[in-house]
């Protein structure tokens, strides 16, 4: 017996099958050829090597030829097998179909004759497979009635029958597998084998496997479906799961999926129910779940078996990959329609053409409505066929840039509308790939008018009169051919440097704070400053500014205008005011200021005149002297306003000479004294005093001033001082009276011309103010100085100072300084 058993088995050649005795029919399900291929090309290399004559019937799919191609190229010594006669391929159609259609009988003849050809031809049987892909469905019924009585399994013969999934029902296969001894299906990937015996005890098992089975595959051939939406996948999915439990007709199933819903029509939230997570990359994106509606029958394999759960989580980790697919394709969605807005709402010129040949494959709405042409005119055409070149010369540059960096960016150039107007644009672009396909992208920012403007604002500011500029960080950015002029400096002087540098020191203030305030208010505020030239001279300019936005920044926009002329003209003016409104003074004090005396003179004169011989001698005497002082003071009026108006002339000289100053004063003393009978004036001389080098007759004027003025300002009875020192190189005078003082803050003032302080307490004090003008003037003249102290209530004392050195230039007049003020 064993060694008949051992004559009996063969080589399957199918690793999970192992050996097989003779007269076994095996079916196998398959959904692809490759699936198929896997089985049968180890089972015939099997066959041949162990001298068993191999039959394949074939359907159309693969039909002979593709059979023949597979086999020869998985077997090794196929031809040598063919010569040999081991091998036959046939066709269905020669096998089981007469006259176009099926005839059974006539296929079991074959087999038998098949069988006798193999055993004489000294081989040791007969090894087939059969394929069912060709059957019609009106035929199956008795095909599968030709199956199950061919109970022959003595003869020397192995077969497998493949069936195509896609061409199976749920209870067909249950047919199959019951007409033969082994049944291959494909699960979780891998092949598996359910042999006769065990499933004619396990027949439920096994129809829960092929339920499993149709459900993956229908699952997986939903989920593979090209021409649905994933959605309608997810509804169809739901309706399959039910069918893959132990109760189809009272079961629902359930997917809920990124927040969507999927159900049967009769799913109920029970506890009569399993779920399985889906994820995608490990993130739980929804659940899939199957149930009972209502309380289902018990089996002994509880209300859900191992397998069903099994089955949940095979279609959860099934649904995992629609959904990352579908998260895939709406993003893949979103950003098309995110494009395809930004291409249409886009306010440039956005075109798309094919590299292979540059014909416009899509352009959006700016194209249209800044070239003129529609969207049907421009598609299959290129710029060239368009025309749209304004310049040869400049499409050629692009070109070149493109060759070399692949992308290009913001050039200017010119393109020609369909109306033949020629437009500036700024250009960009970059490769892109549609649908595989080499694509070019191109952007234009239509700039036309910015550019007409631009030209138009450089042709105003060239040859406008006022001198612009653009300021920004303090910084010049752009100047004006106008403001080059004003300031002597180029352009490329000016840029970068700063406005306040070149504005005069002292008006840099008012510049900056202008500049505050307009842009505060944001109203333009005049202010007028000098700028120093490059040449130092000064320019006086006007100048208003308005904040802009230049270059994406704030800035300053400014203008100047050269009012240099105007207002050096405006100086005149008021120089020719304040003269004649000083002559206009001097007229009025000079006018009072001589009357005075000369209503003494008349008077007096008259006196004696009319009444000659009635008055007494000294009564006469006292006349004449009043007509005398009159006299002098009225001619020291005159002199002096003869030496104010030949000093602003430039006209008076000096006289030097090398003069005693001790006895210059003794003389002027004595003289004033006399004159001034009620004051005593007292000296206080060093005794050595240097000679120095003076012109006598002026300094004597100025100490008859000092000497005068001490005895008009200081009351009668008191003293005046009249001293003199050296101190180092100069000698020191001085004279001081005991007067009421001079104010601390006019202490200054009393030197300029024809200022006098208001008198309260020598109101009848007579002067026009000159005299301290000339002393000041006379005193500098001789490189010396002048000036007052004072204490309220004490008296003032007035000093100057005369320099001993300049004793060589003993005979050299110098004239005075013209005066400036
Ligand atoms: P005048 O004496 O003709 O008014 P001066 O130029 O000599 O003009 O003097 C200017 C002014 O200075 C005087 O008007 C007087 O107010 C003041 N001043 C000059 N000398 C004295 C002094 N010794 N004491 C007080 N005030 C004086």
Partial sequence: MARNMGKLLRKSGIDIIGDIAWGSRICLFYQTPDELIDILVPYFKAGLKNNEFCLLITSELPDKKATEKILRKSILDFYTYVEKGQIEIIPYTEWYIKNGSLNLPRAVKNWGEKLNQAIAGGFEGLRTSLNTSWLEKKDWQSFMEFEKGDNDTISKKLTICSYSLDDCEGPQIIDVVNNHQLALIMRHGKWDVIKKHEHDNMRYDLEKHVKELRCLYDIARVTGAPDITLNEKLADIVKILPLALQQPEMAFSRITINGDEFKTANYRDTNQKISADITVHGAKEGSVEVGYSEAPPLTENGMFSKEENLLLDAVAERLGAVAEQRQAEEALRESEEKFSKAFNASANFVAINRLKDDKFLEVNDSFTRITGYTREEALGRSAIDLNMWADEDEHARMIKIIKENNIIRNQEIRIRCKSGEIRTGLYSGEPISISGESCYLHTITDITEQKQSQELLQSVSYSSPLGIYIMQDDKLLYTNPQFQRITGYSQPELLGRELLSLVAIEDSDVVRSSAIYTLQEANPYPCEYRILNKTGQIKWVMQTVAPIHYEGKGAILGNIMDITERKYLERKVIEYEELSKMKSDLLATVSHELRTPLATIKGYSTMILDYFSRLGTEETKDYIKSIDNATDRLAKLVDNLLDTSRMDAGLLKLEKSPTSMGRLIQGVV??????????????????????????????????????????KYSPQGTEILVSAKKTGPELLISVTDRGPGIPADELTNIFDRMYRIEQRLFSGADGIGLGLYICQRLVEAHGGRIWAESTLGKGSTIKFTLPITGMMNSKKTKPLAKHVS
């Fill in 670 to 711: 004595v003289e004033a004294s006399m004159r001034a009978n009620h004051h005593h004036i007292i000296t206080a001389l060093d005794k050595n005093l240097s000679r120095v080098n003076i012109d006598p007759k002026r300094i004597r004027q100025v100490l008859d001033n000092l000497i005068d003025n001490a005895i």
